[in-house]
């Protein structure tokens, strides 16, 4: 995963969402103690950031140093570069040791994860009973009929350049294997719906574009996305001289549970 990001980590932490306020009071409501939070694929800290506002210590782990060396420093959080064949001892000597996690989430990058291996991994550092995983990822922005239009075109052309794992978010994590209990006072694991919004130019929303890991991919190929023509197809469904900022709609899905009574 870390290598599909190593070039376009600047334009990701630029141009990418901020997830809102109410999923993590959501979260918060769910997890009876507050002591320790772990944030998987943290990439640029960003939920680990909001994370540290409702959690005593926050630990933060990625496999891309790039994405690490973009994160926000704060008192409470502690960034930890680790490899993706990390073994279980690495995890409770440099991650958290043995049932001592309340909450472990995983933001946009659940779809990654070797789901077995990190499934064994959470249920070893969450508490019993009362730990909960969660892991949401945001899908395509949606702003207007005009620039929407332009946009789907783009994406359905790109799929050749999508890792496969991508299609865990077009699927909302709705197939996702989720070996986890309901939390307090739920009767499913979701999807919980919510949304977040960004303010964006052309300029911004081209750039968004950029991040992509299919981007980066199909580059490497010697294909570029945005193309002359696509770039002027949006410009024109922006309207006037791209310099309008318009508001950029994600929509978030997220799973949550917390660890069966028996495991």
């Known amino acids: 995963m870390a290598n599909l990001f190593l070039k376009q980590a600047k334009q990701y932490v630029a141009t990418r969402p901020v997830y809102p306020p109410e999923l993590f009071d959501f979260l918060t409501l769910k997890t009876p103690r507050r002591d320790m939070a772990w944030d998987v694929g943290t990439g640029n800290g960003q939920a680990a950031a909001s994370l540290a506002t409702l959690y005593k210590a926050v630990v933060g782990t990625d496999t891309s140093a790039q994405q690490l060396a973009y994160a926000t420093r704060l008192r409470n959080v502690r960034y930890v570069h680790t490899p993706p064949d990390l073994p279980l001892e690495g995890i409770h ?152 900022v318009k508001t950029v709609t994600y929509p978030i899905f997220l799973r949550i549970g917390k660890v069966r009574s028996e495991e």
């Open 93 to 244: 000597a440099t991650v958290a040791p043995p049932a001592s996690v309340d909450l472990i989430t995983v933001a946009q990058a659940f779809h990654w994860l070797d789901l077995p291996r990190f499934y064994a991994q959470a249920r070893s550092v969450l508490r019993p009973s009362h730990g909960v995983l969660a892991a949401w990822c945001y899908t395509e922005p949606r702003i207007d009929s005009a620039v929407d239009a332009v946009f789907w075109r783009l994406y359905h052309g790109s799929e050749n350049y999508w890792a496969l794992n991508r299609r865990m978010v077009d699927d909302e994590y709705r197939s996702a294997d989720f070996p986890f209990d309901p939390v307090e006072g739920e009767t499913h694991t979701g999807p919980f719906e919510f949304s977040t919004q960004r303010r964006m130019d052309l300029d911004d929303y081209l750039l968004y574009i950029t991040s992509w890991s299919a981007y980066q991919t199909a580059k490497d190929k010697g294909v570029e996305l945005l193309d002359e023509a696509t770039v002027q197809e949006f410009a024109t469904a922006w309207g006037g001289d791209g310099k309008e």
